[in-house]
């Protein structure tokens, strides 16, 4: 009967073990769910930023863009932007993928010193109802790092660098494609033609670092197919190149010469009965047939 | 019905709320976002090397003219100028070999890689008559009638990447 009695008085009762350990529990639960977030925070906002830095660097080197004024619409965005009520989404593409466009590059310098940065982010899709993302993007040079940027550049000025600098002090998402530019002589600084059935010297004076420096030789002039063409080139008064018959005949890059080298550096071509031109650019390499660089598009 | 019961229920319904509620997060490695960029340094290189300019690194000059002597070491050093430092490569052609009927593979680098790469690819279209004569790619006259120079040949160049 007592021991009945001495149960029933328990009955209903919470120990105060249930409930210490019961708000421990609760505590830890409330800050683990509060603080796992935190632990992604970054990695989530790299998941949002790729996409977009991928997004944008397609859309320039694969497209060739589009505008419309709601009547009359095509992809000749460079030649339309600065009109009014007229909505442009660049693109850089000329004739195929990754081929760009040199007046639609500076149409997309000229559209960002315009309109300014809050149009081309709109234009970009860069801007959301809660947040306006950060971007930059630009023309480099294929040995260029994050570290030591070399831009493409024409003159002395870059052919490509638009909006903010890139902040060291949040998480940045950065993509790069490899392209080339459609016309050559127009981001290069000199395209002179080697071109002479004779024997001619031609002089270059070059300031290292250069992008590129290369002589192409097509063929044979046309004038005089029976003789033998050949060509020497001197650096600075050293022969690095002597060649005669058939070996004339391809593309010889003096890029690494020249930029082993400092101060002015004087390069003599000496040709005979050849057909070609020589390439000097600081706006890339010369690969492919064709000057090539790459679009670095970083968003934050 | 017990208070540990009640308790265990509550729990139990939060704990489903919460994991309905919350977004599911798949963090990427870094590592992957590293592999999708070195991908497309591929695809891009590719892309770029594969053009009618007759320039003497560009593939379709090098798949014309390659036979068993034949180095394209111009199209390989421009690969090496187009890829970052942090990346070696094979590069590889596929074609069809039309006497076997098998799809063949034709090694123009046979580095080894390491277990993880990434491969890209291009095609091209090049008619029989442009490659050298003893070209692996190229057609014999045997079970094709006529004249086979403009039969136009199929080849996919695979480029495979790695870390280094």
């Known amino acids: 009967m007592m021991n009945y009695k001495s149960h029933r008085s328990v009955e209903g009762k919470l120990s105060l073990d249930i409930i210490v350990g019961l708000t421990i529990f609760l505590l830890s639960f409330v800050f683990i769910i509060q603080y796992i977030p935190t632990i992604f925070a970054s990695e989530r906002s790299e998941i949002a930023l790729y996409p977009l830095a991928y997004r944008i660097s397609a859309l320039l080197v694969e497209d060739p863009g589009y505008w419309s004024n709601g009547s009359v619409n095509g992809t000749d965005w460079e030649n339309y932007y600065s009109l009014p009520d007229v909505e442009v989404r660049p693109g850089l593409m000329g004739p195929e993928a990754n081929v760009l466009d040199s007046d639609k590059i500076d149409a997309l310098k000229n559209f960002y010193l315009s309109a300014g940065e809050d149009e081309l982010r709109r234009a970009l899709g860069l801007e959301t109802p809660d947040r306006k993302f950060g971007f930059n993007i630009s023309l480099q040079l294929l040995s260029s790092n994050s570290s030591n940027p070399a831009y493409s550049t024409n003159g002395s000025q870059p052919l490509l660098l638009i909006g903010n600098p890139i902040p060291d002090w949040k998480d940045v998402a950065k993509y790069e494609r490899i392209i080339a530019f459609e016309n050559t002589s127009s981001v290069s600084n000199i395209s002179s033609r080697v071109d002479t059935p004779n024997t001619v010297n031609y002089n270059f004076i070059v300031t290292p670092p250069v992008g590129s420096f290369v002589i192409v030789i097509l063929d044979r002039n046309d004038n005089q197919s029976a003789t033998d063409p050949w060509m020497r080139v001197d650096v600075d008064g050293n022969r690095v190149i002597d060649v005669s018959g058939n070996d004339t005949i391809g593309t010889f890059d003096l890029t690494n010469i020249i930029n082993q080298r400092s101060g002015t550096v004087n390069v003599d071509v000496q040709v005979h009965n050849v057909r070609g031109y020589v390439i000097s650019t600081n706006a890339g390499e010369y690969i492919g047939g064709r000057i090539v660089a790459k679009l670095v598009v970083a968003v934050w | ?164």
Do not use: H
């Not at chain 2, 560009?58 to 068993?68: D, E």
């Not at chain 2, 003893?134 to 006529?146: A, H, R, T, V, Y």
């Open chain 2, 1 to 164: 019905m017990t208070l540990e019961g009640v308790i265990a229920a509550v729990l139990i319904l939060s704990v489903a709320y919460f994991l309905f509620q919350s977004t599911m997060i798949i963090s990427p490695v870094s590592d992957e976002v590293v592999y999708v960029q070195m991908r497309q340094y591929g695809q891009d290189a590719l892309t770029i090397l594969n053009n009618e300019s007759g320039a003497e690194d560009t593939l379709q000059y090098v798949l014309k003219r390659i036979n068993s002597t034949y180095v394209p070491d111009k199209l390989l050093s421009s690969l090496e100028k187009l890829l970052p430092d942090y990346t070696d490569f094979n590069l590889q052609v596929y074609y069809v070999n039309l006497t076997t009927n098998k799809i063949e593979v034709y090694n123009i680098t046979n580095r080894i890689p390491t277990s993880t790469t990434v491969t890209a690819s291009t095609y091209l279209v090049i008619r029989n008559g442009a490659f050298v004569d003893d070209s692996p790619f190229k057609l014999n006259s045997s079970g094709i009638e006529g004249p086979n120079n403009n039969v136009p040949i199929l080849l996919e160049v695979r480029l495979t990447l790695w870390r280094v």
